[in-house]
């Protein structure tokens, strides 16, 4: 079946620590995505990649990095200089036609801090 | 700038009511909208989008939404609900022309009472 995955299901962090989540999709879609859920807050975009070996900053970026070595795969790494990381994390994926596509979603991590 | 309301935070609906979760947005072309369904702890699955045509749109587990340009709305219906529908319902909207990335709205908690 074709779809996104997202590892772990539940992430702890301790303080100064440097911790990465992963996302994979095998639906040959060009674009991903990270977003962060907050109580409330809806969806925030962190970084996108239209393209591998190319990312954009989303709307809240810092305190975060990413990478896209392979079409497959996006992961995000929360930096000790995200100083507020308790969240619920999700990934999503669409084509990049260049204009407005469907996006799908990763079952999510949430990431807890010590 | 784009933005996306959605007016109620929480919705309590007795099972077997109808339902209708209000999405209204702001943008000066043609918009993209989108519903989706979150249960706890989950990602975001897909209900219904709409790109053009038909303006009344069918989508999954019952749902169907109406797109209306002359009030920016675009409100998600159900004529019976089920205890299964308790979940969060999010809005986006993209635009064409505009960034390909939808906005999301805050969302809607649904409460389903027997």
């Known amino acids: 079946d074709g779809g996104i995955t997202q590892s772990p299901k539940y992430l702890f962090r301790k303080e100064g620590q440097n911790v990465t989540l992963s996302c994979e999709q095998n639906l040959n879609h060009d674009a991903m995505y990270w977003y962060r859920q907050d109580p409330g807050q809806g969806l925030r975009l962190i970084y996108y990649s239209q393209i591998v070996n190319d990312f954009q900053k989303g709307d809240i970026a810092e305190g975060y990095s990413v990478s896209r070595e392979k079409k497959e795969s996006f992961p995000l790494t929360v930096t000790s200089a995200q100083k507020n990381p308790t969240a619920f994390y999700l990934c999503?994926?669409?084509?990049?036609?260049?204009?407005?596509?469907?996006?799908?979603f990763g079952p999510g991590t949430r990431l807890l801090v010590l | 700038a784009q933005s996306v309301t959605q007016p109620d935070i929480h919705i309590t609906v007795s099972e077997g009511a109808s339902l209708e979760l209000r999405c209204n947005y702001s943008?000066?072309?043609?918009?993209?909208l989108f519903w989706y369904v979150q249960s706890p702890g989950q990602g975001l699955q897909l209900l219904l989008k709409y790109f053009s045509g038909d303006t009344l749109v069918q989508g999954i587990k019952g749902f169907e939404a109406e797109f209306k340009r002359s009030q920016s709305s675009f409100n998600l219906r159900k004529p019976s609900v089920h205890w299964s529908d308790a979940a969060e319902y999010f809005c986006?909207?993209?635009?064409?022309?505009?960034?390909?990335?939808?906005?999301f709205g805050r969302g809607t908690s649904l409460i389903v009472h027997p």
């Open positions: 943008y000066g072309a043609t918009p993209y």
């Open positions: 986006a909207v993209g635009e064409e022309g505009g960034s390909y990335i939808p906005t």
């Open positions: 999503a994926s669409s084509m990049a036609t260049g204009g407005v596509e469907t996006q799908y």
